[in-house]
């Protein structure tokens, strides 16, 4: 089993910036790729980034290119998402995702591990 427990969600002023943390415990964490995912007040979870298990790939939305950045440290775990240039559009529950497939975690397509989530709230 893995557990996935993300924090630093908060809330922030438009342009503002927060880094977004996952601790993984349970099972192999280098063996998965991890994605962020966020899901807007009465709208559908979608896909923010994601990165393969030994770091060397990842990938964005493109509303979030050139703003998010993911990234990993496998010695602890734990996986990130800094955010800047925040936008009130990006208010949303983020959401730690791990799965064996990157194309799943791609797709958003049968991922096997979530976390619970973090709020994140951009005031305009």
């Known amino acids: 089993q893995v557990q996935l427990v993300e924090s630093g969600g908060g809330l922030v002023q438009a342009g503002g910036s927060l880094r977004l943390s996952c601790v993984v415990s349970?099972?192999?964490?280098?063996?998965?790729?991890m994605g962020w995912f966020h899901q807007a007040p009465g709208k559908e979870r979608e896909f923010v980034a994601a990165?393969?298990?030994?770091?060397?790939?990842?990938s964005y939305a493109d509303s979030v290119k050139g703003r998010f950045t993911i990234s990993r440290d496998n010695a602890k775990n734990t996986i990130y998402l800094q955010m800047n240039s925040l936008k009130p559009e990006d208010t949303a529950v983020y959401y730690c995702a791990a799965d064996p497939s990157y194309k799943e975690l791609l797709d958003y397509s049968g991922i096997d591990y979530w976390g619970k989530g973090t709020l994140v709230t951009v005031s305009s």
């Open positions: 349970g099972r192999t964490f280098r063996s998965y790729n």
């Open positions: 990165i393969t298990w030994g770091g060397g790939g990842t």
